[in-house]
């Protein structure tokens, strides 16, 4: 199968084509290696997987030197036009699109950014995808779109109207912007809903990331909500296992052959437990200056997994303690760096 990864420098899309590859699949990942955090990150990712940095030129594509099957172009969704020519040339049988602007809290700061890349930039994959058919469109949400819902665990079936920042309401935008796709042009879409999703080479905006850099340079750790914040971390590793799962079960439904899953760990962890368990994997104790939760946060992410499991036969395996012990000695060889 050829299958496009966009975001294929970001952390999960990253993660996503080395398990691709591995599988034996023909992978072009683009990505648009913006400045949001460190870029030397995304250039080692992308080294990690045998694209050189200094082969890099906008538009053209550089074959892996290391690992067979993926080639690399350096490109940005919301540019219509190189798009349209990548997938006229290639003829994907998948698309994965995770190239977003991410982060709940810089939505507060940069809401354009987010139209541009998460509106814009998802329409055109919509339309390349019509113009040029492919097998099935997979795509990332995110657990934020339940917003404001009082109940847990949520469900796909859940009340999504009360988005509580720009990003999620971006999301959400997505899901009903895939559903018009599958329903007027019957492309097959699946949108997976992640829930904090954590582990190696992971992005330095995220809270476990920043609290890691903070106790390794003796700094104080900033815990919103004064501790009290409920998370659904999720491992890398099992989030991957959930994104195969889903590119193979294409939906068939009609009129709209269109599907959506929580992939999600299902047992949250406290905010103040989760920092302990970091703190004994990382062998530092950190400094910790509490508090109020910020605006566009929620007290409580937790996901209603069964859905996932019956329709992919899919499970989360990592408990926090292992996973964040596997982050933790990739962070002390390479966190730092970034």
């Known amino acids: 199968m050829k299958i496009l990864v966009t975001g294929a420098a970001g952390f999960i899309g990253f993660h996503l084509v080395e398990k691709l590859v591995s599988l034996g699949h023909s992978v072009v990942g683009i990505d648009n290696i913006n400045d949001y955090y460190n870029v030397n990150l995304k250039y080692a990712r992308?080294?990690?997987?045998g694209i050189e940095q200094e082969k890099?030129?906008?538009?053209?594509?550089?074959?892996?030197?290391?690992t067979s099957g993926y080639s690399f172009i350096k490109l940005d969704i919301t540019d219509r036009e190189e798009l349209f020519k990548l997938f006229t040339q290639e003829r994907f049988d998948y698309v994965c699109n995770?190239?977003?602007?991410?982060?709940?809290?810089?939505?507060?700061?940069?809401?354009y950014a987010y139209i541009?890349?998460?509106?814009?930039?998802?329409?055109n994959i919509l339309q390349a995808c019509k113009l040029t058919p492919v097998k099935h469109l997979v795509f990332a949400s995110s657990s934020?779109?339940?917003g404001a819902n009082k109940k847990t665990p949520f469900a796909v079936t859940d009340f999504t109207d009360n988005p509580v920042s720009i990003y999620a309401a971006t999301k959400k935008s997505n899901e009903?912007?895939?559903?018009?796709?599958s329903y007027l042009f019957n492309i097959p879409c699946t949108g997976l809903r992640f829930f904090t999703v954590y582990g190696a080479w992971g992005r330095p905006d995220m809270a476990y990331y920043k609290f890691a850099v903070a106790i390794m340079n003796n700094e104080p750790i900033e815990v919103y909500n004064y501790g009290n914040m409920l998370r659904d971390f999720t491992y890398?590793?099992?989030?991957?296992?959930g994104i195969v799962s889903a590119i193979q079960n294409i939906p068939h439904d009609s009129p709209a052959p269109f599907a959506l899953y929580n992939l999600g760990n299902n047992q949250p962890e406290k905010l103040e437990?989760?920092?302990?368990?970091?703190?004994k994997a990382l062998g530092h104790t950190a400094k910790k200056v509490y508090r109020e939760i910020q605006p566009g946060d929620v007290p409580e992410t937790m996901a209603d997994i069964e859905l996932t499991q019956k329709a992919l036969g899919w499970e989360p395996k990592t408990r926090i303690d292992e996973g964040l012990k596997l982050f933790a000695d990739w962070f002390l060889l390479h966190g730092l760096k970034f």
């Open 46 to 49: 992308l080294f990690h997987l």
């Open 56 to 66: 890099i030129i906008y538009g053209k594509k550089v074959e892996s030197k290391s």
């Open 98 to 111: 995770f190239a977003a602007q991410a982060g709940v809290r810089y939505s507060l700061e940069n809401p």
């Open 116 to 123: 541009d890349s998460n509106i814009f930039g998802f329409l």
């Open 144 to 146: 934020s779109v339940y």
């Open 176 to 181: 009903l912007m895939a559903h018009t796709y």
């Open 236 to 241: 890398i590793d099992d989030v991957i296992s």
């Open 273 to 279: 437990q989760f920092i302990q368990v970091l703190e």
